[in-house]
């Protein structure tokens, strides 16, 4: 049976967080999203385009892998990284943010995590076609693995647990801190999607 409607724009989400109204001032600090309403044990900010409703509750960013927001260009996202740097916000790949969602990939993103350690990426589709000015590119964005990539732990667990229903690694706990986690040319798991 085909399905009688198509889904739209976000209207919201609701995420559990340690301090709803830390975490408003956050989001209003480093993502430009204002405060729309209070409600019992939550604040929902947002702007024209989604609604995000900070509930007081026990952070999981486990359970929302990452959130990503299309930008119009590659100069934006030049700007937005240069902005979340001087808010101090927690970038991933330091010294190499913006890079491929996946091995090949023509969409360029940068990550970074909030107060409660939910993954976020600010995404240009088709970037690796186009330059700041919406002029075709000869030029390709693509994954080439570095040789600490080949050798790190994370590329081991990867190619042994490739699929997106496998069962979660015991060691994510090792990964996630460690600097092999970061896998060099922007091609961290979570560009994979969901390994665990």
Partial sequence: MKVPFTLGQVGHFGLAVRDPK???KWFGRALGLIH???FNRGVAVGNDHVTIA???GEPAPHVLQHMSFHLPDMKTLRAALEFLRQQGVELE???DEIGPEAPGSTHVGLWFRDLDGY???L???NAAQYDGDGKRTKERVGFEPTERYERSAVFKTAALNHSAI???PA???FMRNSPHYTLGCNARLGRFGNIW
């Fill in 166 to 168: 496998s069962p979660r």
């Fill in 171 to 173: 060691n994510v706990d």
């Fill in 54 to 56: 900070l509930m007081l």
């Fill in 123 to 125: 995404s240009v589709q």
């Fill in 22 to 24: 830390a975490s408003a």
């Fill in 36 to 38: 729309q309403f209070d």
């Fill in 93 to 95: 790949d330091p010294g």
């Fill in 119 to 121: 993954r976020w990426e």
